[in-house]
């Protein structure tokens, strides 16, 4: 757990924790010679597998890779529609794009998620999937999005980027268990393990499914299109010999990111109840601040705090979103903005006509929120530190 430290140097919005067990397992893979797709690949798998209880798991070079392999899996093609919220990061609706179809992004609540009402508005006979978003760590309502699914045979691909320790009622996101009630629910579930995520490998994703035969094309796809355990050519049980059964894609996790993600697997519990305890400390030091809202929780889903991100009230404040970061700055405190909403990047407002105010719940949250410093290397020192400056921009800058 988090323990108090001091300290006035930049404090930098986010850092991964990597620990002496990490780096000695990539030393043991350098030293093997495997250091691509190899052994340790297909033990992380495994890992993550039993870890969020999902009875397939494909290791892919990035999450975007999971989300884009998974919708061509599942049939994406050009002219079709995908359902995709715009709080999210680009490559949540780039990927719709790289397959010739048209991501319909839709509004989110202030609770930064999707629902299956704004959903079901989206909806054409063109919409072929969509692609929840678990923003910042807590879930999206699942089931009211698979109960839609199925009334409309689409596709749940979820983008769970934030969300690899997050659970759902009584199951981890990814968790096979948790589509039982919804028997033909096609679905895949896909993380990021990016370096700022709560478990990284630097770059690298994974796709977790129910479908045996989901998870066979996608890491056949991730593999350039090459047969069955192609990886195996180089090993004393392979063979040189190979065929291309499909124009695929190079989108495979090396031996080196899996054996960082091992042991940042199973330190995972402890960066969860850090976070959580950090979350806790933040949300104590903000609760008789009006000029601020943090995050909203809702009960029967386990927030993993990926982001912490408050809300200003901007109407008691003098200044906005943009001089309250720069203040923070001036203290030598680092943040970020999750997300400017996609719909509002160029390409997507000159290629589909939107307006900010199209999507008028994103557009308002976005000039109003700020990302706070919150990762496991944080002590309570540190979270006091961030809450005080925060607290102390807000007094010098109320509304009278």
């Not at 479908?211 to 195996?232: N, T, V, Y």
């Amino acid at each position: 757990m988090a323990v108090e430290s001091s300290r006035r140097e930049f404090l930098p919005f986010a850092l991964p924790t990597i620990g002496e067990v990490e780096i000695k397992e990539v030393v043991d893979s350098l030293e093997s010679g495997w250091i691509s797709t190899g052994p340790k690949v297909r033990e992380f798998e495994g890992a993550i597998a039993d870890y969020v209880g999902a009875d397939h798991a494909v290791a892919v070079s990035s999450c975007t890779a999971g989300l884009h392999l998974s919708l061509q899996a599942f049939g994406v093609r050009p002219g079709d529609e995908v359902i995709v919220p715009t709080m999210t990061f680009c490559s949540t609706a780039n990927v719709v794009e790289h397959l010739g179809a048209r991501p319909v992004l839709v509004d989110v609540g202030t609770d930064f998620n999707v629902s299956a009402d704004t959903i079901r508005a989206a909806i054409t006979d063109r919409t072929k999937a969509v692609v929840p978003v678990h923003f910042g760590g807590q879930a999206v309502d699942l089931d009211s999005i698979y109960r839609l699914a199925l009334e409309h045979d689409l596709a749940v691909v979820e983008d769970a980027a934030h969300a690899i320790d997050t659970s759902y009622g009584e199951h981890r996101i990814g968790a096979s268990a948790a589509q039982a009630a919804f028997p033909g629910l096609r679905r895949a579930v896909v993380y990021s393990f990016y370096a700022t995520k709560n478990l990284t490998t630097a770059e690298g994703g994974m796709v977790v499914t129910t479908d045996e035969d989901l998870a066979a094309e996608i890491r056949m796809m991730s593999m350039h299109g090459m047969s069955r355990d192609a990886w195996k050519r180089y090993t004393s049980a392979g063979s040189w010999y190979y065929e291309v059964v499909a124009p695929g894609f190079k989108a495979n996790m090396t031996d080196l990111q899996a054996a960082l993600g091992l042991h940042q697997l199973a330190r995972l519990p402890e960066f969860t109840a850090t976070r959580q305890a950090l979350a806790a400390r933040f949300d104590e030091a903000f609760a008789d601040v009006p000029e601020l809202e943090p995050p909203i929780r809702h009960t029967g889903r386990d927030h993993v705090f990926h982001l912490y991100v408050i809300r200003l009230d901007l109407d008691r404040l003098r200044i906005d979103r943009s001089a309250f970061i720069d203040q923070l700055r001036e203290v030598q405190i680092g943040t970020s903005v999750h997300f400017i909403p996609v719909h509002q990047h160029p390409y997507y407002a000159e290629t589909y006509g939107y307006a900010p105010d199209d999507l008028p719940v994103a557009a308002s949250l976005f000039e109003q929120i700020i990302s706070l410093p919150l990762y496991p290397r944080l002590t309570t020192a540190d979270i006091d530190r961030v809450a005080e400056a925060v607290i102390d921009i807000i007094d010098r800058n109320r509304v009278s």
